[in-house]
């Protein structure tokens, strides 16, 4: 069996009661269908057989076999979609914190409409899995033992034609197979590529609009719909293929079975019960091969699924956790770092301090390594060598690393909702009317945002930001490009309340503005990743200038 579906059937294990409900309804069904053929072929050749009496016991175990087959078939609707959905919620769930853990520092080097495919559409193709293929691929192998064993008991010869040719139905979809993964990988990739391509479209319309490229932005959707209909087009031919030999092997087994019982049973009138139970393997193995034709979507799905929920975490989750001081500074001490194995390194032995209270600029070129050591202090990665201690004790010993280090990032993402709800994101309890108040935003806190906070100006929002980070009362502020977006006067204002809210915090600036860099009480100058020098504005005066100049 495959590796991914061996997991996914393994899943199916935390939710045992549901899956031996399923089981049993399926079975129950299953047996009293087989019952009810078997019950009414024996009164049909009763019948033949001259004796007529509807009404006996007989009759009234067919009705109630019926009954059971149809109570069962409605039981096992219910009780297979119940554990389909529990364990597809115990899925979605799994994803959301695959996607935690390998966020924001890398996405597997897929897209977030690729991620989003598997959290929904790929997980939703497994529902075939739970609801529809675990439970009755016990049962069909049970019903074909017990059909073929009762008809072995009539006569051993009534087995000859069925039995070989119910192998050769579920040999069809294993003869098929390679064809069916090819399919099946082929069909959920074309599906991800296309839903990450219309993410991605809905996210820039912005930007197509403005640069008038909704027309080419629609031939590549059109060509990745094409690919799609390709994939659902060659699916569809060998799926249709496996369905018309398993139906032209069962038109020839009964056919043979038929002849085979006129030919073996003397008795006209235990024929039809000869005849039911002959052919009671074909039944279970049509069931198989139906089930088997879903193999490679199925397959293609769980692999995707299990390659996401099995990433690693980017960094291991904290270890011997240790108390971190109330008024913490933060020391970057000899860190080292690169991206990939073989990519470059992106910083190369860089220590530098932010006091308690004081406000550290960290300045350089683009490219210079600034966002990176943001990006580390935040524990999106760890460095190769050298540490970062924050209250005297390194990062990856600090249990909850984001009580203490709080950011307002470069590119700020607001949720649909409201202002309040966006500044109590990390603190449910916080005063939104003082932390706006400290962003120099004067705002209804009930203000709706709209997605990705739409509604707003740049400015309003990065300050919509700022005021989330200060709620949170984390001792460590980083400010990466915080005021970026504000015009001279609004920065000047928010840069002297941002000032204040530091006299308590150990701060952290990344700023492009030499305004905003003077307030800074200390000044750590990055070249290619390294530190090329520090001290106070005015010791550094010349060459920010020349580095300003440089860059505009
Ligand atoms: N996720 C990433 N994967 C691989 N390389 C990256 C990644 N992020 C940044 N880099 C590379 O690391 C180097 C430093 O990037 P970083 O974003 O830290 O620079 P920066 O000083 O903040 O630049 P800017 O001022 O333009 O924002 C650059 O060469 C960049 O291409």
């Not at 990988?185 to 296309?194: H, Q």
């Not at 990176?372 to 004790?393: A, E, F, N, Q, Y």
């Not at 935003?441 to 997605?451: A, F, W």
Request: hydrophobic share 50%; glycine share 8%; net charge neutral.
């Amino acid at each position: 069996m495959n590796p991914s579906i061996r997991w996914l059937a393994g899943a199916v294990g935390a939710h045992r009661r549901a899956f031996v409900s399923t089981l049993a309804a399926n079975l129950l069904g299953q047996l009293a269908a087989l019952g009810a053929a078997v019950t009414g072929a024996w009164l049909a050749g009763r019948a033949i057989a001259g004796h007529i009496a509807p009404l006996d016991l007989a009759g009234a175990l067919l009705g109630s076999l019926v009954v059971v087959a149809t109570l069962a078939a409605w039981w096992e609707t219910y009780v297979a979609h119940d554990l389909a959905y529990l364990v597809l919620a115990r899925l979605r769930g799994q994803v959301y914190d695959a996607v935690a853990r390998i966020t924001p520092a890398r996405l597997l080097g897929r897209r977030s409409g690729d991620l989003s495919a598997a959290a929904l559409s790929d997980i939703e193709t497994l529902e075939w899995l739970f609801a529809h293929t675990l439970a009755q691929l016990i049962t069909a192998g049970t019903v074909l033992t017990a059909g073929s064993v009762a008809a072995a008991m009539i006569d051993p010869l009534l087995l000859t034609v069925s039995l070989p040719l119910a192998a050769c139905v579920l040999a069809v979809p294993l003869w098929l197979r390679k064809a069916s993964r090819r399919h099946g990988d082929e069909l959920r990739a074309a599906t991800a590529e296309l839903t990450a391509d219309v993410v991605d479209t809905v996210q820039g319309m912005r930007e197509l609009t403005a640069f008038r490229a909704l027309e080419s932005r629609r031939d590549l959707l059109a060509r990745k719909t094409r690919r799609l209909a390709r994939a659902h087009a060659a699916n569809a031919a060998r799926g249709g293929l496996e369905a018309a030999l398993t139906d032209l092997l069962l038109a020839v087994a009964a056919a043979g079975t038929l002849l085979l019982v006129v030919t073996v049973i003397r008795t006209p009138a235990d024929a039809p019960v000869a005849m039911v139970l002959a052919a009671g393997s074909l039944g279970p193995a049509a069931q198989v091969a139906l089930l088997l034709k879903e193999y490679g979507t199925l397959r293609a799905a769980a692999d995707r699924v299990r390659t996401l929920v099995t990433a690693p975490a980017n960094v291991p989750p904290p270890r011997d956790a240790r108390e971190v001081a109330t008024q913490p500074d933060v020391i970057f001490e000899d860190v080292r770092f690169r991206y990939t194995q073989d990519g470059p390194d992106v910083l190369c032995g860089v220590s530098f301090r932010i006091p308690y209270g004081r406000t550290v600029a960290l300045v350089g070129a683009s490219g210079a390594g600034k966002s990176t050591c943001v990006s580390l202090l935040l524990r999106h990665w760890d460095p190769d060598d050298g540490r970062i201690l924050v209250g005297g004790v390194p990062l990856p010993n600090i249990a909850e690393p984001h009580r203490h280090v709080t950011v307002v990032p470069q590119d700020v993402h607001l949720f649909a909702g409201t202002i309040g709800q966006n500044v109590r994101l990390g603190a449910p309890d916080a005063d939104v009317a003082g932390a706006l108040r400290t962003a120099q935003l004067t705002v209804d806190p009930e203000l709706p945002v709209g997605e990705r906070g739409v509604t707003l100006s740049g400015g309003q929002r990065a300050r919509v930001a700022v005021a989330r980070a200060l709620a949170t009362r984390a001792p460590v502020l980083v400010l990466d490009e915080a005021v970026a977006n504000l015009d001279p006067d609004n920065e000047a204002r928010l840069t002297e309340e941002l000032q204040r809210a530091a006299a308590g915090r150990a701060t952290l600036v990344i700023a492009h503005r030499l305004s905003t860099i003077r307030q800074a009480d200390h000044i750590v100058l990055l070249e290619e990743g390294r530190v090329a020098a520090e001290g106070p504005y005015d010791q550094l005066s010349e060459r920010l200038s020349q580095l300003f100049a440089a860059q505009s």
